[in-house]
């Protein structure tokens, strides 16, 4: 009989990370874009009106080249061993953001209030 | 031999077949991109050793795990988020094991993969200080369940036949 409690929660668990999982895939894109490196803010832009451009986040010692093209961002590259963020591709289609674990960059999807910093 | 150092050999062994395994997952290119997903085959050694060692014994068996697979993929600031997420897989599947036998394994190694993920998603949430990060949680949730199940299923069929082998020994 416990056997089945244990059962019943794993399928519990497996049914909300699906449907965490769809909720979070089915979030609608935004324009507005940051970038934090180590907690702190480093860049925004307007996807919708940012040119095409590349540049580097600094983080100790290690570089994420970030770019921006056709109103999208992604990382491009990256000096840390597991290159997650590169794989990742761009920021599109869900509100997850991207994330580089080993340099603490995350680039994600905001509201856009106070953007003081169009292009950089 | 005696049983001291016929347990530290075991446990040798046993380490150094988890760290071969883990290497040879690194080679196997991940389909998904998100971090913290991945099949852990090196668990199932884990998983496998929660059942037949004490408690100090797997731990200290993941610890060296850990810092020795850190050692040879060069990424350390990773030691932080598996160390955190193996901690609390490990508490909590030595508390599991004594509710869940050996039969039923995998469910075993189930929840240890979720709060593998869990361990690691706190970890990352406090270094990142990035609350954006928990829109990952869900799918870390969906892939611990495959994985988890994967790798405990795996670590089933070992116990089997290292049983049989054990009892055809004496």
Not at chain 1, 63 to 69: C, F, R, S
Not at chain 1, 92 to 98: K, R
Not at chain 2, 26 to 33: G, Y
Request: aromatic share 8%.
């Amino acid at each position: 009989m416990k056997k089945k409690g244990f059962l019943a929660v794993i399928i519990i668990i497996f049914l909300l990370g699906i449907a965490g999982s769809a909720v979070v895939l089915l979030m609608p894109s935004k324009s507005h874009v940051r970038i934090t490196s180590g907690g702190k803010e480093v860049y925004t832009a307007d996807l919708s009106a940012a040119e095409d451009t590349f540049f580097d986040v600094p983080y100790q010692g290690h570089v994420n080249t970030v770019e921006i093209k056709d109103h999208k961002i992604r990382v491009k590259d990256a000096d840390c061993p597991d290159q997650t963020c590169v794989r990742m591709g761009w920021l599109n289609s869900s509100a997850a953001p991207i994330v580089c674990l080993p340099h603490k960059l995350v680039i994600e999807f905001t509201d856009g209030e106070d953007v003081d910093a169009v292009t950089r | 031999m005696s049983g001291k150092v016929r347990k530290l050999t075991e446990l040798a062994v046993l380490t150094a077949v988890s760290l071969i395994i883990f290497v040879v997952e690194l080679q196997i290119p991940n389909p998904f991109p998100i971090p913290g997903i991945k099949l852990g085959l090196a668990n199932i050694v884990t998983v496998y050793a929660v059942y037949h060692y004490k408690a100090h014994e797997v731990a200290a068996m993941v610890a060296v795990r850990l810092i020795l697979g850190a050692v040879f993929t060069g990424n350390f600031m990773a030691l932080l988020y598996s160390a955190s997420g193996a901690f609390l897989c490990l508490v909590g599947m030595l508390i599991l094991r004594r509710f869940i036998d050996e039969k039923h394994l995998w469910m075993a190694s189930v929840f240890g993969a979720v709060l593998h993920n869990t361990g690691q998603m706190a970890a990352a949430l406090l270094v990142t200080q990035t609350v954006q990060l928990l829109l990952y949680y869900p799918f870390l949730l969906v892939s611990g369940c495959l994985a988890g199940a994967f790798t405990g299923l795996c670590a089933q069929l070992v116990t089997a036949r290292l049983n049989r082998n054990k009892e055809n020994k004496e």
